[in-house]
């Protein structure tokens, strides 16, 4: 049997990279770039490499785009999924009132609705920041989501984070990004149940939880920003490690499809976000590359098919 492998896109907008930077907010003409630019490219290459894929919508940005409405209507009808990415984005959404929390997913469900059809409707859902809690859990189940895919078992990743925002302060900004729970680094990195109480951990939660993908044993990042940034060599051995995977749950962000030059991103953002320094072209060049390859063991699905399977052979 071929493995899976799930390609999502979360759209964050660039609003929220300006917050992680401590940049303050980007000029206003930046507002809808992800959306108006980097969208479309993916719709043109996911069409091009015939593959499904699940995008996470943040429901503000896509309130606020009649362009992006079309757009995310265009590809649910050609097979694509629509998830769950709160209404405005916030890093700290876990450490808010179970009521901000019940908005913040309530409102971006709605908006997603309006723009695609109920029969479109969310049921997957991944918060900013990569980690999750009880309360968030209760949320999602009380509005009858099937998965979350927010888990992102990375303790690299979790200390060089730590390490950049330190930094930061250090130097007088303070980043709007936020720590999360550290036991969320040991959740299980393939697909599992959750306990409702204790999400990073095994137990009887009626959605799947399909962590980010992160490589064995050293739980390195396996994300499409790595991918993009990193030498010949070192991509192929995160696929070739990957593809042996029960499932390759690989997140992108719509910021892997921008140019900074022909974007125009100002380069108190560019200098700072590494897939920035990438050309889109070579972007584009290596991330069909890297599916081509994995075409050849892995079978392409959105996460909401991949829960789906998860859940009826019981392999969780």
């Not at 003409?29 to 919508?57: D, G, N, Q, W």
């Not at 730590?162 to 980043?175: E, I, K, N, P, Q």
């Not at 962590?211 to 920003?225: D, E, H, Y």
């Not at 042996?244 to 022909?262: C, Q, S, T, V």
């Amino acid at each position: 049997m071929k493995k899976l492998c799930a390609v999502s896109v979360d759209l964050d907008p660039l609003t929220a990279y300006y917050q992680i930077h401590g940049l303050g907010d980007p000029p206003l003409k930046l507002r809808h770039t992800i959306l108006s630019k980097a969208l479309p490219r993916f719709e043109e290459l996911f069409a091009e490499l015939k593959i499904p894929a699940t995008f996470f919508v943040v429901g503000r940005e896509l309130e606020g785009s009649e362009e992006a409405r079309t757009i995310v209507r265009r590809l649910v009808q050609a097979g694509h999924e629509m998830g769950n990415h709160t209404f405005t984005h916030p890093y700290d959404l876990c450490s808010q009132p179970e009521q901000v929390v019940d908005a913040e997913i309530r409102k971006a469900h709605q908006v997603i609705v309006d723009a695609v059809g109920p029969e479109y409707a969310p049921v997957g859902f991944r918060t900013p920041g990569y980690h999750i809690n009880a309360k968030v859990l209760d949320v999602l189940s009380n509005h009858g989501y099937r998965y979350d895919s927010s888990m992102f078992p990375s303790p690299p990743y979790y200390l060089a984070k730590a390490a950049v925002m330190a930094g930061m302060f250090l130097r007088g900004r303070r980043s709007g990004a936020v720590m999360g729970d550290p036991r969320g680094l040991f959740c299980p990195s393939d697909p599992y149940r959750p306990d409702p109480r204790r999400p990073w951990l095994r137990g009887q939660s009626p959605m799947v939880e399909l962590p980010v993908a992160v490589l064995p044993l050293s739980r390195l990042p396996a994300i499409g920003t790595l991918l993009a940034v990193s030498p010949l060599r070192v991509r192929r051995i995160i696929i070739s490690q990957m593809r042996r995977r029960p499932l390759f749950n690989l997140e992108m962000h719509g910021i892997d499809l921008a140019d900074a030059i022909a974007d125009r991103i100002p380069t108190e953002l560019a200098g700072r976000q590494p897939d920035l320094r990438v050309p889109f072209a070579e972007k584009r060049r290596i991330f069909i590359e890297s599916v081509d390859e994995l075409k050849r063991d892995c079978d392409f699905v959105t996460l909401r098919e991949a829960a789906a399977v998860f859940q009826r052979e019981g392999r969780l």
